[in-house]
């Protein structure tokens, strides 16, 4: 009895006493360090190891440096992931790869098991370091337990540009290797058969060949007597096709040639159409397609079943495409986006738009009154603004004229009212004057002198009559009335 107290008490004490185990799992980037030239291309993979405890779900990303590499793909091959919470997917412009899975249970438990394959292609000289910014690894048991304890990064180290496809054998002469299917080095294709074709030196003894993903890897396959020519049915991404030659020297340097290749579309995308703000006649396109290997080359639009114009990625701005109107009513716009292989992938949509279509018509139609009015609208407004302008000069300039010739009449009016007042007076002077001679000479003879006045005062009466009227006609005509 006192036996198993003991033992009871030794079990509860080593549960608060003994450490609790941990389990563990780390992420790794494989190979550890690698070495590349500018223009070569390189993969490396994304490694879990989980030795103590099952796990199940795995996500983060890893960033590089964006002036040194470019991611041109990621591939899922030999992934112990087989649920996808989101598909692995980078930015070159971020220099970030992300990816997100899960392993079905029982989950995965070992070393090194591969999460995602990623290729990068050199971009300049340097040291491009490769870390994982944010990760995370999930235990398999029900709980989603973190149990993460460490990541470890790589470094890759660009090399400045060598020439891939010439070296030097041990003799002095060069071997340059060519391709008639895949001419250029730089460019992507869509054809997956790809020859290659070189002329050995007179003392070759034998060549050995090899390619795949690998910049720096050297051949295997051995011919001899050797050859000259070989075709290769080859897989898409960037493939490195390399030679030696043998003579009684040795072996010579590794010859290479890079082969691009690319036969899938760009990923499928969709066109966003914006009507500009201020001016609902006129609307923007905004699309981004995406493609995994090679990347987008061009877009082409096609209005109406015309095509318009091509416009390279770059030249794609924040607000978009403006589109050209084709008219009152709905105006169909495809728009066409090419890799670099020559692969493409089509969007469509209709927008609404009010204006001759003119910009991609080949024949155009005799412009009517509404066409130009809305062609022109802007001069047509100035014009009309104009008129408007001079309306109202007029009206102000008859407005102050008439308001001038009320204040001239008055004042006329008023001059001859004085003047007409004056000359009664005047006239009612001489008339009395005139009156008193008169009946003087009924009393005596008048003198010779007041006969003349008397004639002279009558004139005078007569021109003051006839000088009144006259005013008085010239003030009814001023004053309008008849």
């Known amino acids: ?62 960033s590089f440096p964006a002036d040194k590499l470019e991611v041109v793909s990621v591939a899922k091959t030999g992934s112990i992931l087989t649920l996808w919470v989101q598909e692995p997917f980078f930015s070159n412009s971020a220099g970030t790869v992300s990816f997100e899975g899960v392993v079905p249970n029982p989950g995965f438990l070992g070393s090194l098991g591969k999460i995602v394959t990623i290729t990068f292609r050199s971009k300049s000289a340097g040291s491009a370091p490769l870390s994982f910014p944010s990760s995370s690894v999930l235990a398999n048991d029900g709980l989603g ?87 290769l049915e080859l897989e898409d991404g960037t493939t ?75 030249d794609i701005k924040d607000v978009g495409i403006e589109l050209p109107q084709t008219g009152t009513g709905m105006t169909t716009l495809k728009v066409v986006a090419f890799d670099k292989a020559g692969n493409a992938t089509s969007a469509e949509t209709q927008y609404f738009s009010a204006q001759v279509e003119k910009e991609i018509s080949t ?10 009015l809305r062609d022109y609208a802007f001069y047509v407004a100035l014009i009309v603004l104009i008129g408007f302008g001079l309306l109202a000069l007029v009206w102000y300039v008859s407005h102050r004229l008439g308001k001038y010739r009320v204040r001239t009449a008055h004042r006329i009016a008023q001059s001859n009212r004085a003047l007409r007042t004056e000359l009664l007076e005047l006239r009612d002077t001489v008339k009395e004057d005139v009156r008193f001679l008169r009946e003087a000479r009924a009393k005596r003879s008048l003198t010779e002198d007041e006969e003349q006045f008397i004639r002279r005062f009558n004139q005078l009466l007569n021109k003051l009559e ?17």
């Open 466 to 482: 006839r000088t009144l009227e006259k005013e008085l006609t010239v003030s009814r005509d001023v004053r309008g009335e008849h």
């Open 145 to 231: 337990t973190e149990i993460l304890t460490s990541s470890a990064g790589a470094t890759v180290t660009v090399r400045n540009a060598t020439t891939p496809p010439r070296g030097i054998i041990s003799d002095g002469e060069i071997i340059t290797i060519t391709s008639p299917t895949h001419p250029d080095q730089d460019a992507w294709y869509r054809a997956r058969e790809a020859q290659f074709n070189w002329q050995n030196t007179p003392n070759a003894i034998a060549v050995r060949l090899g390619y795949g993903l690998n910049s720096q890897g050297v051949p295997q396959v051995n011919y001899q007597p050797p050859i000259s020519q070989r075709t």
């Open 240 to 314: 490195y096709f390399s030679l030696q030659e043998r003579t009684s020297a040795g072996w010579s340097d590794i010859f290479r040639y890079r082969v691009q290749i690319d036969t899938v579309a760009p990923e499928s995308f969709t066109i966003e159409t914006v009507p500009k703000p201020e001016n609902a006649d006129r609307t923007f396109a905004r699309f981004l397609a995406h493609d995994k290997l090679s990347g987008i080359s061009t877009y082409e639009l096609v209005i109406n079943g015309k095509t318009w114009k091509s416009i390279l990625p770059p």
């Open 1 to 62: 009895m006192n036996f198993r107290k003991g033992i009871l008490a030794v079990a509860v004490a080593s549960f608060f006493i003994l450490p609790v185990c941990a389990f563990g799992a780390a992420l790794s980037i494989t190979p550890l360090s690698s070495s590349i030239g500018v223009g070569e291309t390189i993969s490396v993979s994304v490694m879990v190891s989980s030795t103590d405890q099952a796990m199940n779900a795995v996500s983060g990303a890893v």
């Open 363 to 372: 024949q155009e139609s005799p412009a009517g009154l509404g066409t130009i």
